[in-house]
């Protein structure tokens, strides 16, 4: 049985598939539950893709839920930014916007239930001693001295913890399950803990805290969550997720498990990514240079392209490292449909066309995207003075430089053929300043009537109709696919990852292009217009190169 969508089915349809069938559920509802704890990344988008995308898959639903438990790490901020987030990957939680801080006082009366059950109890050894008591993956733990408190005496405690009257750490709610289970999650875990800190949305209502894990099935289960699909370091939490549903007989949610994403050149850990900011390694948690989602989309990331590569990855049981280039292919793809080509050069040289008369302009007409018929075509300013790429000129071409040289015939693309008669060297440096050229009128638009062949075509702006731009690019910003564990993490970061250029010179059409527009930069890359960008100071983020890495991979895979 497949669903509703075309997309290809995995591990999880066959237990959603199963589960409609044996009537366990007759729905199907999922969540996403971030922690507002940071920006959500790239990592973050494959769980809101999955979730959305089963919901949508099976004609269901998804909550955004925020799983704010630990008010010291949590901020309005980034609940905003979450939500900004997930609206421009374009998903829609409709009016099912929750917080596991609404549930408080249900996770406080389901405590009390437990208690009053035999199965939790006040424990007022430290969280050093808790650790010490837990024992090992190989040795049992050991029981705690007030775990066999009498229920009236658990109720007393556990009532003036949330009065107040105790200070952080000198007592917790636990359960009692097993300190000899293998299972180190069934040695009576916390429940709640004392914490005097005030809450972004409860204020100080609460001096007592549920731990995450006491929090987040209960959270599924007042939802009425299905399927509950979280990523594999919480396959060890099921048990107790269960113990505590069963003890309470309430809804139970199915929890599937699959591999979270990791990426190459890049850590996707909320506290590394943090560290970045706070420690002012990138200019904060939308640098282009993060994976973060409003990293990405200041970048020149579409939503569409991330949606595809998360569809492309799709899920498994098991962990691995997806290559970058992969993300990068899918961006390629979507940005060849829509952006427009036009001529920038970058790191410009002045060329003079000596039989060009002084005064004329021509407009020369340009195809705005090959890709796409409809649209259309503009006028480009062509003059005697233009500019091109300094690589684009070698005084001393080695073998196989088709560019331009002294001597050589080359196409400007949209121009004319031009030739290279002088070149000015400074006399100190001995660097190229300038180049003369002669042009051919009989090549208009770039064409060769008698069929000569002219290997080069170059990029080109009109000096006196140019317009100038600062130029931002961009590198992995780690210089390693593996960073090793235990090491600290920013030994790793690539000096080189942002190179800023400024006196770049655009084509005149882009004097008013609206930040977080996407251009092709004939021959450079695709391109983005930043949000520091303004009319008197323009500013472009180079999205990606024009390399494909990855079609060449899977072009020699298939040769195979
Ligand atoms: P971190 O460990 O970096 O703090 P987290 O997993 O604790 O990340 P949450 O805010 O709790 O961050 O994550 C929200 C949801 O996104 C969770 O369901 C989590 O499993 C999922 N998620 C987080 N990182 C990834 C990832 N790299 N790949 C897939 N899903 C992820
Ligand atoms: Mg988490």
Not at 405 to 433: M, S, W
Request: charged letters at 30%.
């Amino acid at each position: 049985m497949d669903g509703p969508e075309t997309k290809p089915s995995n591990f999880i349809h066959d237990i959603i598939d199963r589960d409609l069938k044996t009537g366990k559920y007759d729905r199907v509802h999922t969540r996403f539950p971030p922690e507002p704890n940071g920006y959500l990344h790239i990592g973050h988008a494959k769980s809101i893709c999955l979730n959305f995308g089963l919901a949508a898959r099976y004609g269901g639903q998804c909550n955004l839920r925020f799983d704010d438990t630990n008010p010291i790490k949590e901020e309005t901020e980034y609940i905003e930014a979450i939500k900004r987030d997930i609206r421009w990957l374009g998903f829609d939680w409709e009016d099912r916007e929750f917080y596991a801080s609404d549930y408080f006082e249900q996770l406080y009366k389901y405590a009390v239930q437990l208690i009053k059950a035999g199965k939790a109890y006040v424990c007022d050894l430290s969280a050093e001693e808790v650790r010490a008591y837990r024992g090992t993956l190989t040795e049992p733990g050991r029981e705690s001295p007030y775990r066999n408190r009498s229920v009236e005496e658990n109720l007393d405690l556990f009532e003036r913890m949330r009065a107040g009257e105790f200070p952080d750490g000198s007592r917790t709610l636990r359960a009692k399950i097993d300190m000899a289970s293998p299972n180190l999650n069934m040695r009576d875990p916390v429940m709640f803990r004392i914490l005097h800190a005030t809450h972004p949305r409860t204020g100080d209502e609460w001096c007592i805290y549920p731990t995450y894990d006491w929090a987040h099935g209960q959270s599924d289960s007042i939802e009425g969550i299905t399927h509950s699909v979280c990523t594999l370091e919480f396959e060890d939490h099921r048990p107790l997720y269960n113990w505590f549903l069963e003890q309470l007989g309430i809804f139970h949610p199915t929890q599937i498990e699959f591999a979270r994403l990791n990426l190459s050149y890049t850590v996707m850990s909320k506290r590394k990514l943090l560290r970045l900011v706070k420690e002012g390694y990138v200019s904060g948690w939308d640098d282009p240079r993060m994976p973060t989602l409003s990293g990405l989309r200041r970048r020149g990331y579409t939503p569409e392209s991330i949606r595809d590569f998360c569809d492309r990855i799709g899920v498994a049981k098991a962990n691995s490292v997806v290559d970058i280039t992969l993300l990068e292919h899918c961006l390629r793809e979507d940005l060849n449909k829509r952006a427009p080509r036009v001529m920038a050069v970058l790191r410009p040289l002045r060329v003079v066309i000596d039989n060009y008369p002084a005064e004329q302009v021509e407009w020369m007409e340009a195809i705005n995207n090959p890709e796409e018929p409809g649209a259309g075509t503009r006028e480009l300013p062509f003059s005697r003075v233009i500019y091109i790429e300094r690589d684009d000129f070698r005084q001393d071409p080695p073998k196989k430089y088709f560019r331009l040289a002294p001597g050589r015939e080359v196409r400007l693309k949209h121009g004319y053929l031009i030739t290279c008669v002088d070149v000015v060297n400074d006399p100190e440096t001995g660097e190229v300043v300038e180049l003369h050229c002669t042009y051919d009128p009989a090549t208009r638009g770039g064409t060769t009537p008698d069929g000569r062949k002219v290997r080069g075509t170059l990029h080109w702006v009109s000096a006196a109709h140019a317009i100038d731009a600062e130029v931002r690019l961009y590198d992995h910003l780690f210089a390693q696919t593996d960073l090793e564990e235990g090491e600290d993490f920013t030994a790793n970061l690539n000096p080189d990852s942002l190179q800023v250029l400024t006196g770049c010179k655009l084509e005149p059409g882009l004097a008013d292009a609206a930040p977080g527009s996407h251009y092709q930069f004939l021959r450079l890359g695709y391109f983005c217009v930043d949000p520091d960008s303004s009319a008197d100071h323009l500013v472009f983020n180079r999205t990606v190169s024009l390399r494909d890495t990855w079609a060449k991979i899977e072009r020699a895979m298939k040769r195979q």
